[in-house]
């Protein structure tokens, strides 16, 4: 490091560049080596990979930087074209900036707003303050000056919705998220969405609209709606929004008291996503006849819903990549077979508490299965699952939780692509298998929570690749075996343990 220090002032026009690729805290730790560093970090360029840096992190980093006193986001201006391209780096840096600050100190945030300058606020095309206390009044203060916004997300706050009604230029507006905002009126929304011209994306999902107010809405170009658990919706308003849709590719209709006549008039053909779960009225018949027109459908989620596994014959199976049949309690298991055997391009699998062996699980295609969950499922048989494992499955996530394996299904298994493997609450491990499966895995998540483990099985891992290690509540594990891990194993990431 010093040697490259010395010689740094020759390296000078890469350094911006470097900064590029480090975090933001080793970003600052290396403008205080020399005076170089401190001018690279400070100069245009420097801040450029600054505001890069934090654009790409996730929430919880960038209010860890907030809360530090170390830590001083910089007060940016537009990089031009040729650096950023239509201002995709500042607008996404600036929108995380603002939430996090909002979080600690809503006069914090409005101050360094409004350092910012004009041209600037033009490059936030997106406001995110979900879970947060913003107001109406806050949120109309920052969409008067932030004329460009196409995306705003207010989940999970207490608006009435009134900062949107009152926005003659938020027309433009794209996507619209306002799940579990409890105190919408139905008023101010329906103001909002008879003004809106091109709105592709709305969320309203637990809140209090009846869905009359959705019918002003401009309904022809919408592409995704999420109205689940919004429990005063009416059938009639439902079948009367969804007749008018042409263009919706995802449709959360997930815990509403549905029969299945609502959607028998919906203009299916775009439909790739649908999410009926919990809706335990539907009518078996009525749904089978809409899945045979949904000949898009790529992603269906069916958990806890009356359905026996016969409707889903209906659909184009070869096309699906993704369904969710967890907690279902009427399937037929023979049926279940010829439905896997159709399904070739399935993807990811929620079975979860449900009545399968394993032995209809060899049907499906092991070149294109990446996720599978089978969480306490109580038939599922040893055998079974051995030989599935070993058909050379593509297996990116496993999740066995809850069920009665020993490790001996996985122990001389194929499974080399896995890399997030949860067997919690799986009491019949033995520390024999887990240590074969274990020398020739490459996990980078594993969780072995409320399991008898003693420590000595994850000796064989390679800790190199490994990122996450869960082990809650382990109540025969050796600490001892755990420190001696770690210290062996510096570049480990995440550890969660708790012990009694």
Known sequence: MTSFIQHSRTLYPALPMILGYLEPHEQVQAQLTSQVWHKAYESFLGIFARVQSIGGLKEKYIDHLSSSDSFIFPIVRSFGKQLDPEDKALGRYLTKVLKSKYKISPEEMFHFFH????????????????????????????????????????????????????????????????????????????????????????????????????????????????????????????????????????????????????????????????????????????????????????????????????????????????????????????????????????????????????????????????????????????????????????LIELNLTHTCVSGDELSSSHLKHLEKLNLSACQFLTTKALKKFFKNSCLKELNLSYTNITGKELIPLNFMRLQKLILLECGNLHTDVIQKLLIKNERFRELYYSHN
Request: charged share 20%; glycine share 4%.
């Open 115 to 394: 350092e910012l300058s004009s041209e600037t606020k033009q490059a936030i095309r997106s406001l995110d303050f979900s879970d947060t206390s913003i107001t109406d009044d806050d949120v109309l203060t920052l969409l008067q000056l932030c004329t460009n916004v196409d995306e705003i997300n207010l989940s999970k706050t207490t608006i009435t919705g009134e900062c949107l009604a009152r926005i003659p230029h938020i027309s433009q507006l794209k996507k619209l998220n306002l799940n579990q905002c409890q105190k919408l009126t139905t008023e101010n929304i329906t103001t909002f969405l008879s003004t809106t011209k091109v709105l592709e994306e709305l969320y309203l999902s637990y809140t209090p609209i009846t869905g009359n107010e959705l019918l002003f809405l401009n309904l022809s170009l919408l592409k995704k709606l999420d109205i689940s658990r919004s429990l005063h919706i009416n059938s009639e308003s439902l079948k009367k929004i969804l007749s008018m849709t042409s263009s919706l590719e995802e449709l959360n209709l997930s815990y509403l008291n549905i029969v299945g006549e609502e959607l028998q008039d919906f203009h299916l053909s775009p439909l790739k996503t649908l999410d009926l779960t919990g809706c335990n009225k539907l009518e078996l018949g009525m749904l089978s006849s809409f899945f045979s027109k949904a000949i898009s459908l790529e992603e269906l989620y069916l958990s806890y819903t009356p359905i026996t596994g016969r409707e889903l014959l209906s659909l184009n199976l070869p096309l699906l990549k993704k369904l969710d049949i967890s907690n279902c309690r009427y399937l037929d298991i023979a049926t279940l077979t010829e439905i896997f055997r159709h399904m070739t391009s399935l993807e990811e699998l929620f079975l979860s508490r449900t009545a399968v062996t394993g032995e209809e699980l060899l049907a499906l295609n092991p070149l294109q299965l990446k996720v599978l969950y089978l969480i306490g499922c109580k038939n599922l048989h040893s055998k079974a699952l051995k030989k599935l494992f070993n058909k050379g499955f593509t």
